[in-house]
């Protein structure tokens, strides 16, 4: 069973920095795109960047774009989300995603990803 922890989130004041981190346990991970989503406190959950097996493709809500970055590292299963210039409206519990696939592929359907973190908190003061 694959298994997704996410950790790095925290309170931050606003033009500030935070680096979150989704660990994978259970598979292979270099066979796996990733999805970073977020839930924003009475809002559904929104997709906010996608990472292909490779790495080589990535997507970005528009929203985020410019100042997310999503990257991973395939020899410690993890994928990680870089944002800078955080914002009062980025504060949400933020989810990551697997999906296994055989072709190079990214996501930003949440119904596309089958394995599911249990979100971390971020929290950012204006």
């Known amino acids: 069973q694959v298994q997704l922890i996410e950790s790095g989130g925290g309170l931050v004041q606003a033009g500030g920095s935070l680096i979150l981190s989704c660990s994978v346990s259970g598979s292979s991970f270099s066979n796996y795109a990733m999805g970073w989503f977020r839930q924003a406190p009475g809002e559904e959950r929104r997709f906010v960047a996608a990472l292909s097996q490779s790495g080589i493709m990535t997507h970005y809500d528009e929203s985020v774009k410019g100042r997310f970055t999503v990257s991973r590292e395939d020899d410690k299963s993890t994928v990680y989300l870089q944002m800078n210039s955080l914002k009062p409206e980025d504060t949400a519990v933020y989810y990551c995603?697997?999906?296994?696939?055989?072709?190079?592929?990214?996501?930003?359907?949440?119904?596309?990803?089958?394995?599911w973190g249990q979100g971390t908190q971020v929290t950012v003061s204006s």
């Open positions: 995603a697997a999906r296994r696939f055989n072709t190079e592929s990214m996501f930003i359907e949440q119904n596309m990803y089958n394995f």
